[in-house]
């Protein structure tokens, strides 16, 4: 019975010890994570912007944005620790509604600014009102206007042009962009006009002009640059496997945490805590359960002796916090980098195992060992 109760209290500490690790990190990440804060009249298609660059159809159904002021929403991209994040704010020049207080909560997050309008609709003032004190005071934002909703203004059986060229583009279209245009002069805007549309319109792409939106904004800041790069992949990538590859990030970040706790010893509980909630987690987004069978032939493909090599380098550094002061800094130090190197690559080989497991086909050992082997050696070097 006393190991019985034994046994379970060490698994109660185990788990408010990754809930602490957790926190910590997530807390970390939002205080580092670049904020693009969205400015824009309702419909303009701020939430479908989210969604085309997150590949996330979280944010096209109004699921994932987290309320910060009444008014104002975040939306973390990865949600378990962001490296991005996107404040949206309610549709400004609505009756009855006050933005004073959501402007000065999203001042004081934001890095850069994306003004958000329908090209076909020239009244702009309340936007542009907040978009010019924003600038006064914090002359070094960048400043992105999107131009949405182009098929708006094409005359009948016009459709995408396949290459973007403005001076081509329909009359009445050129006319209301540069009207809109005029209204930010003096602000250094980069304008990118670009399109949404749904199956029935019948336009290809639906997404038009996502990736002149993405350009503009690495363009315009070097945080969001990053930010965007690390959860994005190539276009023919299979979505899945893109939402899992930011769950092993997340997690990753996680578990630096964990490595860093200076208590001797705690990282080590902490972290395999992670790493199982990580495993549960990217099974859970293929729709596959393991098994003992799957987990036995999950390891021994990674190789039984890797695993260890690893762990014991870990388990030693942990014994290094032991000694006060630098031995616990240092220990910290190397372990929060190890900690999410091995994370990353556990990840990237689950995915591998779990997306052919999905398929009903089985990832050899070599592969799994040669990922495993590669996304360590990457992690290192990064």
């Known amino acids: 019975m006393w190991n019985r109760l034994n046994r379970l209290w060490r698994e109660v500490e185990d788990a408010l010890l990754a809930r602490r690790v957790e926190d910590r990190a997530r807390q970390a990440a939002e205080a580092t994570a670049p904020v693009i804060w969205m400015?824009?009249?309702?419909?303009?298609?701020?939430?479908?912007?989210?969604?085309?660059?997150?590949?996330?159809?979280?944010?096209?159904?109004?699921?994932?944005?987290?309320?910060?002021?009444?008014?104002?929403?975040?939306?973390?991209?990865?949600?378990?620790?962001?490296?991005?994040?996107?404040?949206?704010?309610?549709?400004?020049?609505?009756?009855?509604?006050?933005?004073?207080?959501?402007?000065?909560?999203?001042?004081?997050?934001a890095h850069l600014l994306l003004a958000v309008m329908q090209a076909s609709d020239p009244d702009q003032g309340a936007v542009l009102r907040v978009v010019r004190e924003a600038r006064r005071r914090h002359p070094e934002w960048p400043l992105v206007v999107a131009q949405t909703g182009l098929h708006r203004l094409y005359p009948p059986g016009v459709t995408h042009a396949e290459t973007w060229d403005e001076a081509a583009a329909p009359e009445a279209l050129r006319r209301a962009l540069e009207v809109q245009r005029r209204l930010f002069d003096g602000l250094g805007a980069r304008f990118v006009p670009l399109d949404f549309t749904e199956e029935e319109a019948g336009l290809s792409p639906r997404l038009y002009r996502v990736e002149a939106l993405r350009e503009a904004l690495e363009t315009a800041s070097a945080e969001v640059a990053v930010a965007l790069r690390r959860i994005d992949t190539d276009e023919g990538q299979d979505r899945l496997v893109r939402q899992a590859r930011r769950t092993v990030y997340a997690y990753a970040a996680l578990a630096g945490g964990a490595g860093a706790v200076p208590v001797p010893l705690a990282g080590l509980g902490g972290l395999a805590t992670l790493q199982a909630l990580m495993l549960r987690a990217l099974a859970e987004r293929f729709g596959v359960t393991w098994t003992r069978r799957d987990w036995a032939e999950f390891i021994g493909s990674l190789g039984t002796g890797s695993l260890l090599g690893v762990a014991l380098r870990y388990g030693l550094a942990e014994a290094f916090k032991l000694l006060p002061g630098l031995g616990t800094v240092l220990a910290g130090a190397a372990n929060a980098a190890a900690a999410a190197a091995l994370t990353t690559a556990l990840g990237e080989a689950a995915i591998a195992y779990l997306s052919r497991r999905r398929l009903g086909e089985a990832a050899s050992a070599r592969e799994l060992r040669e990922v495993f082997a590669a996304t360590l050696r990457g992690a290192w070097a990064r």
């Open 39 to 109: 400015l824009g009249k309702t419909q303009a298609g701020k939430t479908a912007i989210v969604a085309a660059l997150t590949g996330d159809s979280r944010a096209e159904i109004g699921q994932g944005f987290a309320p910060c002021t009444r008014e104002s929403r975040l939306y973390d991209v990865p949600s378990e620790a962001p490296v991005v994040r996107f404040l949206d704010t309610r549709g400004l020049g609505e009756a009855r509604y006050d933005p004073a207080e959501d402007i000065a909560f999203c001042e004081a997050q």
